[in-house]
Protein backbone atom coordinates (compact mmCIF):
# COMPACT_ATOMS: atom_id res chain seq x y z
CA UNK A 1 0.00 0.00 0.00
CA UNK A 2 1.07 3.79 -0.87
CA UNK A 3 0.39 6.63 1.12
CA UNK A 4 0.35 10.12 -0.26
CA UNK A 5 0.25 13.08 2.59
CA UNK A 6 -0.92 16.27 0.68
CA UNK A 7 -1.34 19.61 2.81
CA UNK A 8 -5.05 20.72 2.16
CA UNK A 9 -6.54 24.01 2.89
CA UNK A 10 -5.50 25.28 6.46
CA UNK A 11 -3.76 23.40 8.64
CA UNK A 12 -5.77 19.87 7.40
CA UNK A 13 -4.17 17.24 5.36
CA UNK A 14 -5.64 14.43 3.00
CA UNK A 15 -4.15 11.48 2.27
CA UNK A 16 -4.46 9.66 -0.66
CA UNK A 17 -4.10 5.55 0.34
CA UNK A 18 -3.31 3.11 -3.22
CA UNK A 19 -4.44 -0.35 -2.06
CA UNK A 20 -2.94 -3.29 -3.73
CA UNK A 21 -6.28 -3.96 -4.98
CA UNK A 22 -6.85 -1.23 -7.46
CA UNK A 23 -8.53 1.08 -5.38
CA UNK A 24 -7.60 4.45 -3.82
CA UNK A 25 -9.62 6.08 -1.13
CA UNK A 26 -8.64 9.75 -0.28
CA UNK A 27 -8.76 10.05 3.58
CA UNK A 28 -9.48 13.37 5.54
CA UNK A 29 -7.25 13.75 8.60
CA UNK A 30 -7.28 16.26 11.11
CA UNK A 31 -4.02 18.63 12.49
CA UNK A 32 -2.90 19.14 15.18
CA UNK A 33 -1.10 22.68 15.12
CA UNK A 34 3.14 22.78 15.12
CA UNK A 35 3.42 19.27 15.20
CA UNK A 36 2.55 15.60 12.80
CA UNK A 37 -0.26 15.37 11.21
CA UNK A 38 -2.38 12.85 13.46
CA UNK A 39 -2.44 10.02 10.59
CA UNK A 40 1.15 10.70 9.63
CA UNK A 41 1.65 9.81 13.14
CA UNK A 42 -0.54 6.54 12.46
CA UNK A 43 1.71 5.43 9.49
CA UNK A 44 5.01 5.97 11.05
CA UNK A 45 3.74 3.99 14.63
CA UNK A 46 2.19 1.44 12.56
CA UNK A 47 5.03 0.44 10.48
CA UNK A 48 7.74 1.00 13.08
CA UNK A 49 6.30 -0.84 15.37
CA UNK A 50 4.95 -3.57 12.71
CA UNK A 51 1.25 -3.00 14.25
CA UNK A 52 -0.41 -4.81 11.16
CA UNK A 53 -4.15 -4.76 12.62
CA UNK A 54 -3.76 -0.89 13.11
CA UNK A 55 -5.88 1.62 11.08
CA UNK A 56 -3.67 1.25 7.91
CA UNK A 57 -3.49 -2.21 8.53
CA UNK A 58 -7.10 -2.76 8.43
CA UNK A 59 -7.28 -0.58 5.65
CA UNK A 60 -5.01 -2.13 3.16
CA UNK A 61 -7.16 -5.69 4.06
CA UNK A 62 -9.67 -3.87 2.95
CA UNK A 63 -11.42 -1.56 5.68
CA UNK A 64 -12.58 1.85 4.65
CA UNK A 65 -13.14 4.18 7.92
CA UNK A 66 -15.81 7.25 7.73
CA UNK A 67 -13.11 9.82 7.03
CA UNK A 68 -12.38 8.06 4.04
CA UNK A 69 -13.97 8.26 0.53
CA UNK A 70 -13.11 6.12 -2.91
CA UNK A 71 -11.47 7.97 -5.66
CA UNK A 72 -10.52 5.27 -8.01
CA UNK A 73 -10.84 1.47 -8.63
CA UNK A 74 -13.86 -0.46 -8.25
CA UNK A 75 -14.45 -1.97 -4.58
CA UNK A 76 -15.43 -5.30 -4.31
CA UNK A 77 -19.36 -6.46 -4.05
CA UNK A 78 -18.92 -6.86 -0.34
CA UNK A 79 -16.89 -3.91 0.59
CA UNK A 80 -19.20 -2.80 3.38
CA UNK A 81 -19.43 -6.34 5.16
CA UNK A 82 -15.93 -7.11 4.77
CA UNK A 83 -14.77 -3.48 6.24
CA UNK A 84 -17.29 -4.14 9.20
CA UNK A 85 -15.69 -7.49 9.54
CA UNK A 86 -12.44 -6.10 9.15
CA UNK A 87 -12.87 -3.39 11.63
CA UNK A 88 -14.84 -5.35 14.52
CA UNK A 89 -11.79 -8.07 14.49
CA UNK A 90 -9.20 -5.41 15.03
CA UNK A 91 -11.06 -3.11 17.34
CA UNK A 92 -8.28 -3.90 20.32
CA UNK A 93 -5.54 -3.30 17.13
CA UNK A 94 -6.58 -0.17 16.25
CA UNK A 95 -7.28 1.45 19.77
CA UNK A 96 -3.91 0.45 20.87
CA UNK A 97 -2.57 2.62 17.17
CA UNK A 98 -4.18 5.38 18.29
CA UNK A 99 -3.22 5.89 21.60
CA UNK A 100 0.51 5.31 20.39
CA UNK A 101 0.06 7.78 18.22
CA UNK A 102 -1.13 10.16 20.32
CA UNK A 103 -5.04 10.35 20.67
CA UNK A 104 -5.69 9.82 24.43
CA UNK A 105 -8.94 8.32 26.10
CA UNK A 106 -10.54 6.67 22.84
CA UNK A 107 -13.61 4.45 23.87
CA UNK A 108 -14.85 1.25 22.11
CA UNK A 109 -17.91 3.58 21.30
CA UNK A 110 -15.87 6.41 19.99
CA UNK A 111 -13.87 3.66 17.66
CA UNK A 112 -17.40 2.30 16.39
CA UNK A 113 -18.52 5.70 15.72
CA UNK A 114 -15.74 6.49 13.50
CA UNK A 115 -14.94 2.97 11.86
CA UNK A 116 -18.42 3.13 9.79
CA UNK A 117 -17.61 2.62 6.21
CA UNK A 118 -18.71 5.81 4.04
CA UNK A 119 -18.93 5.34 0.30
Request: hydrophobic fraction near 45%; proline fraction near 3%; charge should be positive.
Amino acid sequence: MRLVFMRAEGDRCRIAVHRRDGVTLEMRSYDRKFRVPHDLAHAVTERELKLDAGVFGCTAAGAVFSSMRVLSGSPRHDAAARSARIIKANARSITVAEVLSGVPDLDSDELAGTAMMSR
